[in-house]
């Protein structure tokens, strides 16, 4: 299997096995550890944001730096590292924040 199978599906795959922890977690009562979102969550914005670089052509910065950041955290908090919640609430909003405005970023440049 070669990388172009995954042209155009990497942003479905990544809800489906969303949707597929989610239904475990809900059906089986499996507690997922809340960095598995946060790292799931930041593929999913990612590919969303190279998705719109193909159709914009605009390869900023701003939804990448959101999307290593919130990988990194996720990546820190499953080797233990602990985050008081309210801490971690406000850098979800600056990482969100960021990553949304570099995918409007990256609308904005599509032809109209």
Known sequence: MNMEF???????IAVGV????AAVSLL????IPEWAWTILAAFGLGFIR???TDISGNSG??????????GGLGTV????LTIPPDVLTGIYA?????GVVGV??????INK
């Not at 908090?77 to 233990?80: I, L, S």
């Not at 409007?104 to 440049?109: G, I, N, Q, V």
């Open 77 to 80: 908090q499953a080797f233990g």
């Open 50 to 52: 190279s998705a719109m």
């Open 6 to 12: 995954f042209r155009g599906k990497k942003t479905f």
């Open 104 to 109: 409007r970023d990256a609308l904005a440049k």
């Open 61 to 70: 910065w701003k939804t990448y730096v959101a999307v290593v950041a919130a």
């Open 28 to 31: 089986f009562s499996v507690a």
């Open 94 to 98: 600056v990482l969100g924040t960021f």
């Open 18 to 21: 969303f949707v597929i922890v």
